[in-house]
């Protein structure tokens, strides 16, 4: 049974189409990567699967089993007020929340919780520092920390490693693997075409029109994955 | 000096201004972060000069003051709330609208139908709170005890929910928080904040008890729970300074705690970029 079945989906900003015609669907513990040039759509499909943005057309279904309170998200922008009064563990903590319920603070479980995913993140010792004073990389494993504490059956990923340091990026994957193989579905947008085809066990390729989607191993059998990585590796 | 303070804190009156005062206060800073952190500085402004308007409605149909102000501001911050998350209209201009619209029927109303020889000392007492706290009764104390600590009650069972909307709710939405009722839960609390203010330090002096203790916190303290912690301490201190100095020296209640709050904020602001950087 699909998690989440995308038939005929139309996503676009004011009545314009950006993207149309996209199928897919995402079945238990899938890690699909999603790629496609800047602009293509992918960020606004992320926040159509979140239900932040309504739809042009088509339907996205969930499955029964799965509720918006067991999915994690990492955004590819968080924009946090300058100003802002914040420590780390407050923060990582708050992605805690949806488990909460009706329950008014957080379990001993629950904070035992963050402080894994804190140390997972290797942000330990950030935790009381204030969130406006860390670096876009720290910040960045903040916001993934948070993540992982509301995942309980999907994680959403927009560019998670963007902005973070070869060594971070690295485990930050294997770190991704291993949750996937612990029976959580992951869904990440991301332009390394290497990790991607790498770990993921579904690619969606969009551009203006859904490009690809299937399995990896026929991914990389593709014309299309080719052009992407040629035209890909000669801008960089 | 302290026989003074010792013989005037011996009447009743005086005794429950100062409970009710601190209680207001503490209230007031803990709303406060909130609203000057989701940049609702403005929406706490407006609503007001929503509560004087109602108030004057209500002094003119000699009804319950609190009976009347207190709904109608609360649906006035929940659709003021509702503007400002549309983004077509103007949130600001709106509120602009709403806010000088509401002072300028209030004192028309006032004017026109008031009873009272002294107008204009009745609206100065309205809208600067000059004595009025120390002019409650025992009943009025009771409902402002009430509601100040169904307030405080709210906002710490909340306190983390409230926290979760106000840093990201993009993220608290996206996971399944729901967002628009913990939005409306505080548009409610500010109403009942800010009508419950009026009485201490008047409708125009409302936003500086609610927005000055928060910033003062946030110039020193770097933790969502210690700028509460701070804002909620700072306010309550200044409150009571101002209330006893205001009694001591025979000044109007509510500038001398607003006074007072500007003067600690400035306090504050040295030590922030001193320590800031120290630091650095
Ligand atoms: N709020 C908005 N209003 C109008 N148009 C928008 C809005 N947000 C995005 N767009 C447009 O929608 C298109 C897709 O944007 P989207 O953010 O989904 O791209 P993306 O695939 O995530 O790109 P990137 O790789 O740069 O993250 C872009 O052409 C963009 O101009
Ligand atoms: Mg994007």
Redesign the interface.
Known sequence: MALIECKDVSLGYEGKPIVTGLNFEVSEGDYLCIIGENGSGKSTLMKAL???KSILSGKITFDKSL???????L?QQ?V??K?????VR??V???C??G?GLR???SAAQKRLAEDNMKKLGISDLA???YR?LSGGQQQRVLLA?ALC?TKKLLILDEPVAGLDPVVTRSLYALIKEINENGITVIMVSHDMKASVEYASHILHIGHTPLFFGKKSEYAESDISELFTVSGGDSQ | MIQTLSHYLSFTFVQYALIAGLLISLCASLLGVTLVLKRYSMIGDGLSHVAFGAMSVAAVCSLAPMAVTLPVTIIAAVILLGVNSNGKIKGDAAIAMISVGALAIGYLLMNVFTVSTNISGDVCTTLFGSTSILTLTKSDIVLCCVLAAVVILVYILFYHKIFAVTFDEGFAGATGTNTKLYNNLIAVVTAVVIVLAMNLVGALLVSALIIFPALTAMRVFKSFFSVIIGAAVISVACTLIGLLSAIVFGTPVGSTIVVTDIVVFFIFSVIGKISGRARA
């Open positions: 979140l239900g932040q509720d918006r309170k067991e999915i994690g998200y955004p968080t946090v007020q100003d802002f009064p914040a420590c407050e923060i903590l708050s992605g929340l949806n909460c008014p603070f957080y009381d520092k204030c004073e948070r509301a």
